[in-house]
């Protein structure tokens, strides 16, 4: 018996190792669409000189927000770092420590996720994808290891599903370029959000957003991303719960939500026409402005 | 709990450990602690359910006492039938019903009548096939003289729910598995690595095999009309493949799992595929199920004594009641049908003992003949799993029909590269480990452990890189 544990424990953690490690170069370093994403905002975050407000969240913010825009309305240095939504709050805090790492100068950290982000499971593969350091790893619980280590296939399928398609992708004005709207009908599915399916534990990594932001002194406001005017219309009370457990973990939050007209629409129900980018930016600005920080103002006070 | 679910290989390792390390002292904890673990492996399916199976056992433990303890053959006989009644009245609802009542239905409307359809909304409780005929091949067993009834319960228990086999097999018999339930186990290294070769083995049927092969075969099957003869035949043979590397994956990985254990299973699959005939296939695939249906159908039956229009009947009753094991569906019940086409002019000609030896045996390739006999083999029972994976009779006949058209010369419109070259190293595999339990039972053993190892990690690697979201198992709706 004992022999035969011993060479099970050899065998497996010569897997864990090689595989493991194997599997997170691939991962950090193939060209599929999402990784090509993060590691263009990694890269952008390395370049920028300096940053007063940074926006962390998915591609409902990719496609809102004109960084540009957004820095001379606010005449404040602001960078756009926006994922997907398959990084979740998850990846927005890797984010947010790594460009944090990089510019310490930061004040404002504004997060932005689509409505129905509450609705969505915990994504450690969006935390496990955007990792940075073994602290970040070190850092989960006991049990959020073992979920981080389940998602170990769903990484290298992903590899797998991606390695073919190893073409960069078009970034567009700080965001992945906008595909036709013929080309993808099924992203305009007009639904109700229901209370029902909000996912309890889907705060877990908003509240290490605030945590952090509030451990090193950064300014955190949270606001939903732009939404179809129906959905948005139809959703009302899943809006005010939702906005409710997210006030729970202790945000600044704008309660206010963006919809977006059906002509305004880019290539999803929660994604602008690109054109129309610098006037949403507008439109968040004016809603933002008052819960934004700069260290003048801090002076004067 | 899938097999292929990361649940499962937590599950897995802890009861491996209780059972060798914390209740190893006694065999009566051992089997206790595999009990609760069978149930608890049973409810993650769903725990309502749970009670069912629960019943399902106290009846047949009980039944089995009463007629041993039998005063006369009469009482004995009343015992039995209580226990087919209830066994098969419980199978009957919560399979079949509906099937009946909604033929039933048409065949009125035939006659230009309307009834109410009185279907019921009832979720098939998983394995109810599998575990309803342990039972039965239990108080058959001592209906004949077979075994003594089982006193204690736990040990009866653990014969019809280890959780190994009991969402799908192999089938057991008390008379194989009981002995070993009840017997002190000993860990045997030998045993032990060959389970676990054997699970992965069997992962890789499931992962790389059927899963892959299925993604062609649900785009070919539910758009068949958009698609030529050529595309239909390759989706015909790749559904083949999916269901053996689906159904034989999850026998090699049940009976894996039981050695880990110290148990040995039945054999349930001895690659089917190389079969010179249709009456070898059926020696070789569903050991457990067909040699079930030959011991407590097809020999009560009278088997193959008497005349020839008995014969005739009994294999055709044992084929028909085999498709409709499968399912409530009419399919099933013509792809059985078909099956006793196949048999039975071997069977009037007495060829169907013909091919009893392994293929080429010692051998590295077969004779054209051997080539032809089991390339024809394998083509009429491709030609049957259409039956078997299509939704209806109509589809069937419109698919094979589809087959036979000009359309048959031209090149498939997809062309499944990645598939192909998985299901031809695949039959490479079994070919050269056909002779063993399983393909890679004795591969690489003579090999340094570096390169041996080096085999069982690129197994590895092709289950994590082809596996998706665990798929279910095609034989859990059975």
């Not at chain 1, 959020?144 to 398609?165: D, G, P, Q, T």
């Not at chain 2, 433990?61 to 009245?89: D, V």
Request: with cysteine; net charge positive; hydrophobic share 45%.
């Amino acid at each position: 018996m004992g022999s035969f544990l011993r060479r099970l424990i050899l065998f497996f953690s010569i897997a864990i190792v090689f595989f493991g490690l194997a599997s997170y170069y691939l991962i950090k370093n193939n060209n599929e669409e999402y990784q090509f994403l993060y590691r263009y905002q990694l890269d952008k975050i390395k370049q920028t000189k300096q940053i007063s407000t940074l926006f962390v969240g998915d591609s409902s913010l990719g496609n809102a927000i004109d960084s540009d825009e957004f820095s001379r309305l606010s005449s404040q240095s602001s960078i756009n770092c926006a994922l997907t939504g398959l990084y979740g709050y998850e990846g927005s805090y890797n984010i947010l420590k790594i460009a944090h790492k990089y510019h310490p100068e930061i004040e404002n950290v504004v997060i932005m996720q689509t409505l129905d982000m509450q609705t969505r499971p915990l994504s450690y593969a969006g935390y496990m994808r955007t990792t940075n350091s073994a602290n970040d790893f070190m850092e989960l619980s006991i049990r959020e290891k073992i979920y981080f280590v389940r998602e170990f296939s769903y990484y290298v399928k992903s590899i797998r599903l991606n390695y073919s398609a190893n073409k960069e992708k078009i970034i567009e004005n700080d965001y992945i370029q906008q595909a036709q709207r013929k080309d993808v009908p099924y992203a305009y599915v007009v639904e109700e959000l229901n209370i029902g399916a909000i996912n309890p534990e889907k705060n877990k990594f908003l509240a290490r957003i605030v945590k952090y932001c509030r451990n090193n002194n950064l300014n955190l406001i949270y606001i939903n991303g732009p939404i179809h005017e129906e959905i948005a219309s139809r959703s009302d009370s899943y809006v005010d719960t939702a906005n409710k457990i997210i006030s729970e973990t202790g945000v600044q939050l704008v309660s206010d939500i963006v919809s977006i007209k059906e002509n305004d629409l880019g290539d999803s129900v929660d994604h602008i026409r690109p054109d129309l980018k610098k006037e949403y930016t507008i439109r968040y600005y004016e809603l933002v402005k008052k819960y934004l920080k700069n260290r003048n103002e801090r002076v004067a006070m | 709990m899938l097999f292929n679910s990361i649940n499962f290989a937590i599950f897995l390792p802890i009861v491996f450990v209780l059972h060798w390390f914390v209740a190893n002292r006694s065999q009566k904890l051992q089997n206790f602690l595999l009990l609760v673990a069978s149930y608890f492996f049973y409810a993650c399916w769903d725990y309502r359910f749970l009670f069912l199976l629960i019943f399902s056992t106290l009846l047949d433990y009980l039944t089995g006492i009463k007629m041993y303890q039998a005063e006369n053959q009469r009482i004995k006989k009343i015992w039995l039938w209580l226990s087919i009644s209830i066994n098969l009245g419980f199978l009957g609802i919560f399979k079949y019903y509906n099937f009946f009542v909604s033929s039933f239905t048409e065949a009125i409307s035939q006659f230009g009548l309307s009834v109410n359809s009185w279907t019921l909304e009832v979720i098939l409780p998983v394995g109810i096939s599998f575990y309803t005929f342990h039972g039965l091949s239990y108080v058959f067993d001592i209906y004949n003289d077979k075994i003594k009834s089982e006193k204690n319960f736990i040990d009866y228990a653990v014969f019809v729910s280890f959780f190994p086999l009991l969402v799908a097999g192999p089938i057991e018999r008390a008379t194989h598995l009981l002995p070993q339930i009840k017997a002190k186990r000993f860990f045997e290294y030998s045993k032990a690595v060959d389970g676990l070769k054997q699970i992965l083995w069997g992962l890789f049927k499931k992962i790389v095999i059927a899963d892959q092969c299925s993604v062609y075969v649900n785009m070919v099957f539910d758009n068949y009309t958009d698609y030529s003869g050529s595309t239909l035949i390759l989706g015909a043979v790749f559904f083949a493949f999916q269901i053996y590397g689906d159904f034989s994956g999850y026998s090699d990985i049940a009976i894996g799992t039981a050695r880990l254990f110290g148990i040995g299973l039945l054999r349930n699959f001895a690659f089917p595929y190389f079969s010179l005939d249709i009456a070898e296939f059926w020696r070789r695939w569903h050991i457990s199920l067909s040699s079930w249906f030959k011991d407590y159908l097809y020999i009560p039956l009278g088997g193959s004594r008497g005349g020839t229009w008995k014969k005739v009947r009994n294999t055709a009753i044992i084929f028909l009641v085999s498709g409709f094991w499968h399912g409530a569906n009419w399919t099933f019940i013509v792809w059985g049908a078909l099956n006793a086409a196949y048999f039975l002019p071997l069977l009037l000609t007495n060829k169907n003992r013909n091919n009893l030896e392994i293929v080429a045996h010692g051998k590295y390739l077969p004779t054209i003949r051997d080539a032809m006999s089991m390339l024809s083999t394998f083509g009429l029972t491709v030609m049957a799993w259409i039956f078997f994976r299509s939704i209806s009779v109509r589809q069937a006949i419109d698919y094979i029909t589809g087959i036979f058209s000009i359309s048959v010369f031209s090149m498939p419109e997809e062309k499944p590269l990645t598939v192909l070259v998985l299901v031809g190293i695949f039959v490479i595999m079994e070919w050269i480990g056909r002779e063993q339990q399983y393909a890679i039972a004795n591969l690489g053993a003579r090999w340094k452990m570096p390169l041996r190892w080096g085999m069982y990690y690129a197994i590895v690697v092709a289950i994590f890189w082809f596996g998706d979201k665990g798929q279910p198992f095609i034989y859990f709706q059975f």
